[in-house]
């Protein structure tokens, strides 16, 4: 059973940049949420995405957006990269969209220079 | 949301049952408390959820007391692969979960 997976791990992009990073959800389940983690900081929510919608959205600026396809998986773009959007990137699947019981992938480590 | 409260880091030895508290006075009717554990450069791993009294699995006990303004996460006998970061979050059904800086828990030989 297919846990989250996410992609890519790692990767370097500078200001001004924009970037993509990708995300499947764990088998079975359909609400992708995505959290930005700063080190030393716990995770801070984005936006959560139901039925291809975005459904709820945390305090990011509209650089922020995604999206999600009929099977699920999700895409978090960043555009006009700033040096404080160097982070860990973390997916979340969980079913129906309930919080409660979130399935973390090993996140996306993103580094602007 | 209802907002909470926990330890910023606890010290522990091997062998020994850990218990962190966590304080959410404004807990609502609907609320659900839930733990997640995680390590360096890792996602957050579910541990426990409850509602009230007590919730065990297979790795932690969760105590809420009746009033549920506070809860306590118990780990029995704790190894050093338990020193992580444990987060204590509130949530009602479809709400986003909101983490802290949650306890940092430093288990020693």
């Known amino acids: 059973d297919a846990g989250v997976t996410q992609s890519p791990t790692h990767l370097i992009k500078t200001r001004g940049q924009q970037v993509t990073l990708r995300c499947s959800p764990k088998?079975?389940?359909?609400?992708v949420s995505w959290y930005q983690q700063a080190l030393g900081q716990g995770p801070q929510f984005i936006f959560q995405y139901y039925e291809e919608e975005e459904r709820q959205r945390g305090n990011f600026p509209d650089r922020f957006s995604g999206h999600q396809f009929p099977n699920y998986s999700s895409e978090l773009n960043v555009n006009a990269l700033l040096l404080g959007d160097s982070a860990l990137y973390l997916c979340?699947?969980?079913?129906?969209?309930?919080?409660?019981?979130?399935?973390f992938g090993e996140g996306s480590r993103l580094t602007v220079l | 949301l209802a907002k909470t409260t926990q330890p910023i880091s606890m010290d522990s030895y091997e062998g020994q049952e850990v218990n962190i508290t966590c304080s959410h006075n404004n807990i609502a009717t609907n609320d659900y408390i839930t733990w997640y554990q995680q390590f360096p450069s890792q996602g957050p791993r579910f541990i426990i959820q409850?509602?009230?009294t007590k919730v065990t699995n297979e790795v932690a006990s969760l105590f809420i007391p009746a009033d549920r303004k506070s809860s306590t996460l118990s780990l029995p006998r704790v190894s050093l692969s338990d020193t992580a970061v444990y987060y204590c979050?509130?949530?009602?059904?479809?709400?986003?979960?909101?983490f802290g800086t949650g306890t940092r828990l430093l288990v020693s030989p």
């Open positions: 979340a699947s969980s079913l129906g969209g309930r919080a409660g019981e979130l399935f």
């Open positions: 409850g509602y009230k």
């Open positions: 979050l509130v949530f009602t059904g479809f709400q986003k979960l909101v």
């Open positions: 088998s079975g389940h359909d609400t």
